[in-house]
């Protein structure tokens, strides 16, 4: 999508046999306007793309979101993204709805203490710059749900974020697909998202179910089983029983951003805590689907195929997706009176709005007193390990592990947080 925007030019209305209604895809007249370029040149863009993709992907109308969630990470984007936000932003876009944007590939505030190139960062401020102008509220983080963006549930937004669009189908009750670059920015600028997928009500009913028999999973265990179950449905949305009852927002945020890295998972209908999810005949809209149970073999045989060394790391990176107020709070209990062993690095990945908060209240120096180091605004998925010299991981993120392992950069080690804990201080 977004090597197509690149291409396209203004003020010269993009796709000349596009203009006037669609041939598929209903648009009023005030849509056609803005197709045909009356409304300026970054709305006729905005609206092009929607069309363009709408018609692609069956929908039969563009309906309205109350916000959106945008892609603004340079090691995704490349000098392609840079192009396509500033040409938006240069040609009068405006975001019409709360926009809240994904982590850049950088510490915003420490980049340089962190070693990035200066020619690196700044490629990455340009796309700051070009999101600011646009609107948007700089959130910078991949759990925007739990700190910036907060819809309700039955509203309709258009996310980009992978593991959020699942938080938000799954837990909020809300109605998202997963936007790709490009269209996300457009959806943004227009307020509105073409109506298919996820947002249809025959395409969230549960086609297959899991059930864990796992009694009382440890913070690996959320992620392991998140990976199954994105392995093992393929396309179709699941349904899974058997978590504990206290189960917290916080592992289902890891368990969801497993599931969505393991397969192209967007919902998954928490039976008993999903809204109209109580049983797996009501998630499954009384249809009898194939069903898996999963215990400690299926969880121990995830963890074999996500590690791929035992060589010392260097480098730890927790919070992939970012790491909450809370769990950097348990954290900084387990590096309590510890300190991180000569030739590794301990990276823990969060929000600018928790890390200062947990500055304010001490919580950011006793991590620190370990030897770790506290991080917002990035994360170690989109970082340049590689280049920063990085060759062994070591994470209990299964979403980190999956995408960096698949791209071969750097070996991964998978482990809980307290095994790695125990590893690498003293």
Known sequence: MIREIQRWSFPATAFKNMSGRSNDMYL???????????????KELAMTILAKVGEALGADSLVPIKSAHVLAHYSSLHEAGIEVLEKFSSSGGRFAVPTTVDPASVDLENWKSF????????????????????????????????????????????????????????????????????????????????????????????????????????DLDYRSLGYYIGRHSGSRVPVLDGLPKKVSSDELKHLGAAAAAGGPVTMIHYVGITPGSGSLKSASGGERVETFDVGR???????????????????????????????????????????????????????????????????KREIERSGARLTHSTDAEISPLKRLGFEVVMTNSAKLAEIVSSEGAVKIRYKPVAEIVEEVTS
């Open 28 to 42: 009023t007249r005030e849509q056609e306007r803005i197709l045909s370029g009356e409304r300026g040149a970054a």
């Open 115 to 218: 070693g990035i190139p200066e020619e690196y960062a700044e490629k990455q401020f340009r796309l700051c710059t070009a999101f600011a102008k646009l609107g948007g509220i700089p959130c910078w983080s991949c759990a925007q749900y739990q700190v910036c963006n907060f819809p309700k549930a039955g509203e309709t937004v258009a996310w980009a974020e992978s593991n959020s669009v699942v938080f938000a189908n799954s837990l909020i009750g809300c109605r998202t697909n997963k936007i790709t670059s490009g269209l996300d920015i457009a959806c943004a600028i227009m307020g509105m998202t073409p109506r298919f997928g996820m947002l249809l009500d025959e395409n969230r009913v549960a086609q297959v179910a899991f059930r864990s028999a796992i009694d009382r999973p440890t």
């Open 297 to 363: 073999k299926e969880l121990d045989e995830v963890e074999s195929d996500l590690n791929q060394s035992e060589e010392k790391p260097d480098l730890v990176a927790l919070g992939v997706p970012h790491l909450s107020v809370y769990e950097l709070g348990q954290l900084a209990k387990f590096l309590e009176g510890k300190k991180l062993k000569g030739g590794t690095r301990m990276y823990a990945y969060t929000s600018s709005q928790a890390y200062d908060l947990l500055e304010r209240t001490g919580v």
